[in-house]
């Protein structure tokens, strides 16, 4: 499931501002549309792999499929194409890779690694909550490795997603020990990744832009994780079950995940950080909603309250009080205008967000209320005979 974690690069680049600058698309196509690309891709590959390994349940074995389709999709595009030009730019030599590339991509191995075998474990649901505190493990790195100094009123601002995370694993119906300790671990690892990056390749000629990084990085984690598959997997895996899930899905599969890399590239430098943060956040939510459809993966209400904690925390470390102060006026004003000028357009608006919100407090509390009154029902039957 290296596309899950394909997902997690995607989204660290565009959260961070690490990515370089590709060749701009074509400035008639309106941003929102990149955005949609972006969203539409990321929440296609997550539920894609969560289905696959449901099916069969080889997660270090998809991770090497992964990378390999990515390493030989970079390297025939690097060739016979000029998207990958960019490379070029990037003093990259053979110790300079294998100083720096290479433990770096071992980190990102085992992030994959231990981020694919939580799909195994726990809900999709669940691990996106839990993913939210990337940000704490990533800032709490750097203060450890001395990147950055301390800040008492950061780890006050970050407290708020730990506790709204805790709040939402206490309500976690199908919790399990060893699925959260696996994503615990590549959150921790990914964290050490990206301290590594701003160690190691923090100076401006090593920024690149998602494909670039992936033919880079790729070949290093297509060997780690293949070693990894060679001892654990691989003795159980057999053609039996390469056919049942079938080879067109498995290339399927690796498409999407490319295909998202290729999506990031378009949406680099569309649009503001402010709207991105917002994006990814809307991202999450619709994650979270669509494995409670297609998945029936159960959420409380709990666990509602807890993840809207760690997500107010989450937008407000990474915007300050300032850019969303600014950021609410900007919305009134939009909504005010678009209310005045379009005053039927707003009303059926409304209703639908009120639908939503209808729909979406049925899929909670709905079977919960369902079941309470058929038992209740079934206790008088009984008392009654």
């Given at each position: 499931?290296?596309?899950?974690?394909?997902?997690?690069?995607?989204?660290?680049?565009?959260?961070?501002?690490?990515?370089?600058?590709?060749?701009?698309?074509?400035?008639?196509?309106?941003?929102?549309?990149?955005?949609?690309?972006?969203?539409?891709?990321?929440?296609?590959?997550?539920?894609?792999?969560?289905?696959?390994?449901?099916?069969?349940?080889?997660?270090?074995?998809?991770?090497?499929?992964?990378?390999?389709?990515?390493?030989?999709?970079?390297?025939?595009?690097?060739?016979?194409?000029?998207?990958?030009?960019?490379?070029?730019?990037?003093?990259?030599?053979?110790?300079i890779y294998g100083r720096s590339i290479v433990p770096i991509g071992i980190m990102f191995s085992f992030s994959l690694i231990c981020g694919n075998m939580a799909y195994l474990y726990l809900s999709v649901s669940f691990i996106q909550m839990l993913k939210a505190t990337n940000a704490v493990a990533t800032l709490l790195a750097t203060w450890a490795f001395r990147i950055a100094p301390?800040?008492?009123?950061?780890?006050?601002?970050?407290?708020?997603?730990?506790?709204?995370?805790?709040?939402?694993?206490?309500?976690?119906?199908?919790?399990?020990?060893?699925?959260?300790?696996?994503?615990?671990?590549?959150?921790?690892?990914?964290?050490?990744?990206?301290?590594?990056?701003?160690?190691?390749?923090?100076?401006?000629?090593?920024?690149?832009?998602?494909?670039?990084?992936?033919?880079?990085?790729?070949?290093?984690?297509?060997?780690?994780?293949?070693?990894?598959?060679?001892?654990?997997?691989?003795?159980?895996?057999?053609?039996?079950?390469?056919?049942?899930?079938?080879?067109?899905?498995?290339?399927?599969?690796?498409?999407?995940?490319?295909?998202?890399?290729?999506?990031?590239?378009?949406?680099?430098?569309?649009?503001?950080?402010?709207?991105?943060?917002?994006?990814?956040?809307?991202?999450?939510?619709?994650?979270?909603?669509?494995?409670?459809?297609?998945?029936?993966?159960?959420?409380?209400?709990?666990?509602?309250?807890?993840?809207?904690?760690?997500?107010?925390?989450?937008?407000?470390?990474?915007?300050?009080?300032?850019?969303?102060?600014?950021?609410?006026?900007?919305?009134?004003?939009?909504?005010?205008?678009?209310?005045?000028?379009?005053?039927?357009?707003?009303?059926?608006?409304?209703?639908?967000?009120?639908?939503?919100?209808?729909?979406?407090?049925?899929?909670?509390?709905?079977?919960?209320?369902?079941?309470?009154?058929?038992?209740?029902?079934?206790?008088?039957?009984?008392?009654?005979?």
């Amino acid at each position: 499931m290296a596309a899950k974690r394909s997902s997690s690069e995607a989204d660290r680049k565009l959260e961070s501002g690490t990515g370089g600058l590709p060749s701009k698309p074509d400035r008639r196509i309106h941003p929102a549309f990149f955005i949609t690309l972006w969203i539409f891709m990321s929440s296609s590959v997550i539920l894609f792999n969560k289905w696959v390994l449901a099916t069969a349940k080889f997660a270090l074995f998809l991770t090497t499929w992964h990378m390999v389709f990515a390493t030989a999709t970079t390297q025939i595009m690097a060739r016979f194409t000029k998207t990958l030009d960019s490379r070029h730019k990037v003093p990259m030599n053979a110790n300079i890779y294998g100083r720096s590339i290479v433990p770096i991509g071992i980190m990102f191995s085992f992030s994959l690694i231990c981020g694919n075998m939580a799909y195994l474990y726990l809900s999709v649901s669940f691990i996106q909550m839990l993913k939210a505190t990337n940000a704490v493990a990533t800032l709490l790195a750097t203060w450890a490795f001395r990147i950055a100094p301390p800040n008492v009123k950061v780890l006050g601002n970050v407290s708020v997603i730990v506790m709204g995370i805790i709040i939402a694993s206490f309500g976690e119906i199908k919790f399990d020990l060893t699925g959260f300790i696996y994503q615990v671990s590549g959150i921790l690892f990914e964290a050490l990744r990206l301290v590594m990056v701003q160690r190691l390749l923090s100076s401006a000629e090593f920024k690149m832009d998602p494909l670039v990084s992936l033919y880079y990085y790729a070949p290093a984690c297509a060997v780690t994780n293949g070693i990894f598959t060679m001892f654990i997997e691989l003795p159980r895996i057999t053609m039996v079950d390469i056919y049942s899930l079938g080879i067109g899905t498995l290339i399927a599969n690796a498409i999407v995940a490319f295909l998202l890399n290729v999506s990031v590239v378009l949406l680099i430098g569309q649009t503001s950080a402010v709207v991105l943060t917002m994006s990814g956040v809307l991202k999450d939510i619709l994650l979270v909603v669509a494995s409670m459809v297609i998945f029936r993966d159960p959420v409380t209400g709990q666990q509602f309250f807890g993840y809207s904690i760690a997500l107010a925390g989450l937008v407000y470390y990474r915007l300050g009080a300032e850019k969303m102060q600014a950021l609410a006026k900007d919305a009134r004003l939009q909504f005010g205008q678009f209310r005045y000028n379009n005053p039927a357009r707003t009303r059926v608006l409304v209703n639908l967000a009120v639908f939503v919100v209808v729909i979406l407090g049925l899929l909670v509390w709905g079977p919960t209320l369902l079941g309470g009154r058929l038992e209740a029902t079934a206790g008088d039957a009984s008392q009654r005979i």
